[in-house]
């Protein structure tokens, strides 16, 4: 079990930056991928970034590429993620999420199904 809790949402004006971190409880959070997500209301929740367990490989939606960065400190047992030149359309609630599936493929990353836990979430206001 993993419990997941956001912090680092808020205003901010287009062409700013934000840092959102996700502390993690337990004490395997090594062995999660992580992944963050955004959903705006009336839509699906959206990928945004995704780190692997070791911090190796990362990937990113099309629309975040080159300004988003997810990072993790497993001894912190924290997952980060930067995010500069914000813009009105990055105005969301993020969500941090852990999945912990034996069958792991990056094919799924993208996907609400692949990750186990979700935090609360924490919102993000970009204005323009």
């Known amino acids: 079990q993993v419990q997941l809790v956001e912090s680092g949402g808020g205003l901010v004006q287009t062409g700013g930056s934000l840092r959102l971190s996700c502390s993690a409880s337990?004490?395997?959070?090594?062995?999660?991928?992580m992944g963050w997500f955004r959903q705006v209301p009336g839509k699906e929740r959206e990928f945004v970034a995704h780190i692997t367990s070791s911090g190796g490989r990362v990937y990113y939606t099309d629309s975040v590429k080159g300004r988003f960065t997810i990072s993790r400190d497993n001894a912190k047992n924290t997952v980060y993620l930067q995010m500069n030149s914000l813009n009105p359309e990055d105005t969301a609630v993020y969500y941090c999420a852990a999945g912990g599936k034996t069958w792991y493929s990056s094919t799924y990353v993208y996907r609400v199904s692949f990750y186990d836990y979700w935090g609360q979430g924490t919102q993000v206001t970009v204005s323009s």
């Open positions: 337990g004490r395997t959070f090594s062995s999660y991928y």
